[in-house]
């Protein structure tokens, strides 16, 4: 048993979520940011790869106020539970996503002295030997009462969900622009897959500002 997973990214229109320097860049507009931030307010949990925190240090947490309100109101939390996947804890202490309601989540070669600088700024699970088990990581969400989940990313996260079936489905925002460069982060990296592609049905493409926004639903087999 797991959550509901779903990916949301933005990408410019040649399929790049940064540049090669791997540092966050402005793809959608405000429209699209708030549709993010509704999106954020309706789930239990949010979570990214290390590699997005130590290259963009997001916070995860809801902007509007409304939002966050409407949410207290309900009996939840100001904001989703905002989750790290972090084999090594190499989370920097200093991070915007660590405080009340962050989990990092490492695996057991995860350095002692780092596991102990975090655990006085977030929750720290253990999952996996070496990497995080992603599987694992999600039934133990489950259990924590994580019904739905957003995952922003980044690229590599976003290949290990999908390669293991974890993912149910990808909204993307394509903005109005072209990134380039051969080693720019694109939705999906990872090692890729050569044959049994995952397999998409497409839901709805609406315009919002000068992009569009795509989602589709993961095929499951
Ligand atoms: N446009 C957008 O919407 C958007 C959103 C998010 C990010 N981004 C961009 O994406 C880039 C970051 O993406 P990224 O691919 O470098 O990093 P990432 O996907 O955020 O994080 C990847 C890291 O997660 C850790 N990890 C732990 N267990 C794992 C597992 N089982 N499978 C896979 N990874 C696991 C690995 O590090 P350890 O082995 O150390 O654990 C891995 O290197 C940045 O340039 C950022 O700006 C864009």
């Known amino acids: 048993m797991r959550p509901y997973v779903f990916i949301n990214s933005a990408m410019s229109a040649d399929?790049?979520?940064?540049?090669?320097?791997?540092?966050?860049?402005?793809?959608?507009?405000?429209?699209?940011?708030?549709?993010?931030?509704?999106?954020?307010?309706n789930v239990d949990a949010v979570m990214v790869g290390v590699g997005t925190v130590l290259a963009d240090d997001p916070k995860l947490t809801i902007k509007s106020v409304v939002l966050k309100r409407t949410r207290v109101d309900q009996g939840r939390t100001e904001s989703p539970l905002r989750v790290v996947v972090d084999s090594r804890a190499r989370t920097p202490p200093t991070a915007a996503v660590l405080g009340p309601n962050a989990l990092?989540?490492?695996s057991r070669q995860a350095p002692r002295h780092r596991v102990e600088e975090l655990e006085t700024k977030a929750e720290i699970l253990v999952v996996g030997e070496r990497k995080v088990d992603l599987a694992a990581l999600l039934g133990r969400l489950k259990d924590k009462g994580v019904e739905?989940?957003?995952?922003?990313?980044g690229?590599?996260?976003?290949?290990?969900?999908?390669?293991?079936?974890?993912?149910?489905?990808?909204?993307?925002y394509?903005?109005?622009?072209?990134?380039?460069?051969?080693?720019?982060?694109?939705?999906v990296d990872?090692?890729?897959?050569t044959n049994d592609f995952v397999k998409?049905?497409?839901?709805?493409?609406?315009?919002?500002?000068?992009g569009v926004l795509i989602k589709w639903r993961v095929v499951s087999f």
């Not at 394509?174 to 939705?187: D, H, M, Q, Y």
């Not at 990872?190 to 897959?193: K, W």
């Open 15 to 41: 399929g790049k979520i940064s540049t090669v320097a791997r540092k966050q860049v402005r793809i959608s507009g405000e429209d699209d940011l708030r549709r993010v931030d509704a999106l954020k307010a």
């Open 104 to 106: 990092i989540v490492t």
């Open 148 to 153: 739905s989940l957003l995952v922003e990313g």
């Open 155 to 172: 690229a590599t996260l976003n290949f290990a969900l999908l390669n293991l079936g974890l993912v149910d489905e990808i909204y993307t």
């Open 174 to 187: 394509v903005g109005n622009i072209i990134i380039g460069g051969s080693a720019a982060p694109t939705l």
């Open 190 to 193: 990872g090692e890729g897959l």
């Open 200 to 210: 998409l049905n497409l839901q709805e493409i609406r315009q919002i500002g000068d």
